[in-house]
């Protein structure tokens, strides 16, 4: 018998190697097994059992003890399983929790591995990020991870057994994240070749507990990866045509997606998603970057490529709400991609082509920031302050407006009718003045169109919205927080897009960074999970002020203040408010009560006999913006008062109400109160 393929390398032999290495012995498609442990103890123990094995079974395989991973280089694949010694207590993300011990041991294997050619079959946990990293340190073209396999695998069992049916008869993805944030593509889900009603929270249930009770009686799982493994060996080999779900290089972003080989070469055949699910992968993919970019810094060499952001291809995100939309084009992903995360949890936001009419160009030029700044400061007759940072202007004589950002390093140029552009020497400004001025965009096109804008948080159930108003620090959060935290969708947590829909108002979240004290955090039962993440290397919103960090690292939940009396809160991005805190996020809703609270020291919860309506300072106008001035023209001149909104706002249901300091007493008081409306 001629085995159809030569060596397959195997590093690491704990309870996946083995598995893999009896599987592929047993099988009989490959010449010889090739195994590498840490000591070589535990490698050259399996090559001998593996002999017995071969020798009962009569397996033409031969096992084969490597005592380096660079004399696998050779082989026609390799897989990678090893686990470095570390204890995991997490109970949320799991899978994470082995990211920095893990990765040193995976940077070095894939600097001994450098530029191999074959194919690389990556299991070490968390399986996503290591596929990338072993890629971007080794170079080789050809890394995949198994996660997303075996969540499909266990969604496609779950789902059969709850609706009886023969597992074979249900097709369904499982994509994005091989953890806490897997996206389970049900809408596209179908069971005997139709579509089918999909009980995502129980699936989501059974997709946690499964490797749980696995673990729990074998102290491993063993059996389910090493399937996937030989499943990815034979199609990427091309000894068998079929689709595949494995953590690639999709669109510049690492993510579990199917991929459909034939004869060893993958396309990709991404399902169709619903909005939700969009935003879900979107936030999926925050979540993997962001843990990846500290490991990154450690592990990943510097290179021209990394640092130089030259007139190299460009991307576009499309971002719309309500039948108006901006696009964003730049040559730098990091600023399309942080469109991509910031306005996809509450608006909806797509890659598109770079050719799509776009209205804001962010590019990294930092010779064009030279140029505008020294022009603004010679010719300088306007100075502002725009998302609390300094910017001077000038203006030429066609309406051409430039300005200079110089603590942000960042410049501008918008012609009478034309797009935005935006230039900056690094990533990450870019990317904030991106967001704000493609939302700005919008926000114009939208009161143009007759929405106005609300300071006011908001919560939303079965699309009934609860406003929550009052002035700075009523407790406008606290409120909107604790109706999310108790079932409700949070819409927002201090602006919406509010304006008449027939006979009713209809309202729209405002994307920003959501700021949410220490002592809120620590209130909430949320402080020490925000805590172990940001210790662990994971990032917030890059506004956050540093003694907030500071605060997260040590411990310390008091809360903290600027010289001018402003809390410095803790800032998260849109997603985080899912991935982190677990609170499941609105796209839109109809207004259906106003809450006034104030927050009380000692005080019970209770209404109040007071008289308290909407009013026109509720609202902000361009008289009003403290923080976004529209220095570029993006407004229109004739915005419509707000007198016909305010008389359609009081004859809402309206209660003013006092909230204390107990969270059980007080969100049960608010979700009685919340109820359907009058």
Not at 416 to 426: A, D, R, V, W
Request: glycine share 8%; with cysteine.
């Amino acid at each position: 018998m001629t085995a159809p393929t030569g060596a397959i390398g195997v590093i690491g032999a704990g309870a996946v190697g083995q598995s893999v290495a009896m599987l592929l012995t047993a099988a009989g498609w490959c010449e010889s097994v090739r195994i590498v442990s840490r000591t070589g103890v535990s490698a050259q123990a399996l090559v001998t059992d593996l002999e017995d094995m071969c020798q009962v079974t009569a397996s033409p395989v031969r096992a084969v003890h490597a005592a380096d991973a660079g004399q696998l280089v050779s082989c026609e694949a390799i897989v990678v399983c090893p686990r470095a010694d570390f204890t995991n207590t997490a109970r949320r993300d799991v899978r994470l929790a082995g990211l920095n011990a893990n990765a040193p041991v995976i940077a070095d294997l894939a600097r001994r591995l450098a530029h191999y050619q074959g194919l690389v079959v990556m299991v070490t946990n968390p399986v996503d990020l290591m596929a990338r990293l072993f890629a971007e340190v080794s170079g080789c073209p050809r890394v995949y991870g198994v996660g997303s396999n075996i969540d499909t695998a266990r969604y496609r069992i779950a789902l059969a057994h709850l609706l009886e049916l023969p597992v074979e008869a249900v097709e369904g993805h499982v994509i994005g994240e091989h953890g806490d944030q897997a996206v389970v593509c049900a809408s596209a889900t179908r069971a005997g070749g139709l579509p089918v009603a999909v009980p995502v929270w129980r699936v989501r249930e059974e997709l946690s507990d499964r490797p749980r009770r696995i673990s729990a009686g074998l102290g491993r799982t063993r059996c389910g990866p090493a399937g996937a493994v030989i499943a990815t060996l034979r199609a990427g080999l091309g000894l068998e045509d079929r689709v595949v779900e494995l953590s690639v290089n999709h669109e510049d972003r690492w993510r579990g997606i199917p991929l459909r080989f034939a004869a060893g070469t993958p396309s990709v055949c991404l399902p169709r998603l619903d909005a939700a699910e969009a935003r879900q992968l979107v936030a999926a993919d925050a979540k993997l970057r962001d843990s990846y970019e500290p490991v990154a810094r450690l592990h990943v060499p510097v290179c021209p490529s990394r640092t130089e952001k030259t007139a190299v291809t460009r991307t576009a995100t499309r971002i719309a709400t309500a039948a108006q939309a901006a696009v964003v084009t730049s040559n730098s992903t990091v600023v399309t991609e942080w469109a991509l995360r910031y306005f996809g949890p509450w608006w909806n936001a797509t890659s598109t082509t770079a050719d799509d009419c776009p209205q804001v160009i962010a590019d990294i030029n930092p010779d064009k920031v030279t140029e505008i700044a020294q022009r603004v400061a010679d010719d300088s007759d306007e100075e502002t302050v725009y998302a609390n940072s300094a910017m001077i202007l000038a203006r030429d004589d066609d309406g051409t407006v430039f300005a200079s950002q110089p603590d942000d390093k960042t410049a501008y140029r918008a012609e009478p009718h034309g797009p935005l552009h935006i230039y900056g020497c690094e990533d990450i400004p870019v990317a904030l003045a991106a967001a704000r001025l493609a939302r700005e965009v919008v926000r114009g096109q939208l009161l143009a169109d007759g929405w106005s804008i609300l300071h006011a948080s908001a919560a939303v159930r079965d699309g009934q919205t609860v406003l929550a108003l009052g002035d700075k620090g009523a407790g406008k959060t606290t409120t909107a927080l604790l109706l999310a935290r108790a079932g409700w969708q949070l819409l927002a947590n201090d602006r919406v897009f509010i304006r008449p829909d027939g006979d009713r108002l209809r309202v729209l979240p405002w994307p920003s960074a959501a700021a949410i004290g220490l002592g809120l955090l620590d209130a909430l039962g949320w402080y020490d999970q925000i805590r172990d993440r940001v210790r662990r290397g994971e990032q917030l919103h890059p506004t956050q002020h540093r003694k907030v960090t500071d605060a997260l690292h040590s411990g310390s939940r008091t809360p903290l203040w600027n010289a001018s009396g402003k809390e410095l809160k803790p800032q998260f991005f849109p997603d985080q408010l899912a991935t982190w805190l677990g609170l499941t996020l609105a796209t839109e809703g109809h207004a259906a009560r106003i809450l006034f609270p104030r927050i009380t020291p000692g005080a019970e919860p209770a209404l109040l006999n007071e008289d308290r309506r909407v009013r026109a300072g509720d609202f902000f106008t361009v008289g009003t913006e403290d923080r976004y001035p529209d220095v570029f023209g993006f407004l229109p001149a004739d915005i419509p008062g707000t007198e016909p909104l305010l008389e359609l706002l009081r004859e809402l249901p309206g209660h003013v109400l006092t909230l204390g300091h107990d969270v059980k007493a007080n969100s049960d008081f608010l979700t009685q109160l919340a109820g359907p409306a009058a």
